[in-house]
């Protein structure tokens, strides 16, 4: 809680431990009685007063951030209870590094890399790929912390591709099996509808051994083939004859 946030707590006796403070904007998420609201209302401390009902649900709309704005996913010691608000976008990367993306329609967007996991090193420049914006409400005990979280997914992946690195091999049954590992232990998927049917190798609508199997299979026949098969449909149709 910056100083600001604390003298407009104190100035007009609301409850520290009920209000949120924002620590990117200047706003604060609190409940305030006729009395609060008519002083806050007049206040010169205040620029701007916005009513909610508290058992609304909350909406969110998310515009595209200017150059240098930047977002954190917190991951220690937090449970997230609901997202709320969320806006997308399929774009082209121009650039990719580990300061940020750019995209062709949409520009810089800077991100917090500590959130991204090693599935996403195979991103580059010319790839296609959808930027989603979520706001999530975040707890370290009682105190609620609003953070806007950027995820990266593909709009599009070859078969027996989860990864999107345009080659099938070991990383890609590693995926699919770590996929199935999760599934099989009562996880809930963590992949977008694009990697699952990515990973969905032979079809059959489940992502299981059968699938690494088969993508294990297509990449030591290309590693000891003269002749490479490019596509993991092709191989399938190779192995019925």
Not at 11 to 20: L, Q, R, V, Y
Not at 48 to 74: A, F, I
Not at 217 to 234: D, G, L, P, R, V
Request: aromatic share 10%; with cysteine.
């Amino acid at each position: 809680m910056n100083e600001k946030s604390a003298l407009i707590l104190d100035t007009f006796g609301i409850d520290k431990e009920k209000a949120w403070c924002s620590s990117y904007a200047p706003m604060i998420i609190c409940e305030l009685n006729a009395e609060q609201l008519e002083q806050v209302r007049k206040s010169e401390l205040i620029d701007s007063v916005t009513l909610k009902d508290k058992n609304e649900p909350q909406e969110t709309t998310c515009l595209p951030v200017s150059s240098g704005q930047e977002t954190t996913v917190t991951t220690t010691e937090y449970h997230a209870d609901e997202y709320y608000g969320n806006a997308s976008f399929t774009d082209v990367i121009e650039k990719i590094d580990a300061a940020g993306v750019t995209f062709k329609e949409n520009g810089y967007f800077h991100f917090s890399w500590q959130s991204i996991t090693d599935r996403f090193a195979s991103y580059k420049a010319g790839d296609e790929v959808i930027l989603s914006c979520y706001y999530m409400r975040l707890y370290e005990g009682d105190t609620p912390n609003i953070q806007k979280v950027y995820m990266l997914s593909r709009s599009k992946l070859d078969l027996g591709d989860p990864t999107g690195d345009s080659k099938i091999d070991a990383r890609d049954a590693s995926f699919a099996l770590a996929e199935y590992s999760l599934l099989s232990t009562g996880g809930a998927s963590t992949l977008t509808t694009v990697e699952k049917t990515a990973a969905d190798a032979n079809k059959d609508g489940q992502i299981d051994s059968k699938d690494a199997s088969l993508m294990l299979s297509m990449y030591a026949y290309n590693a000891t083939s003269e002749k490479n098969i490019e596509t993991m449909t092709e191989y399938i149709e190779y192995q019925r004859g």
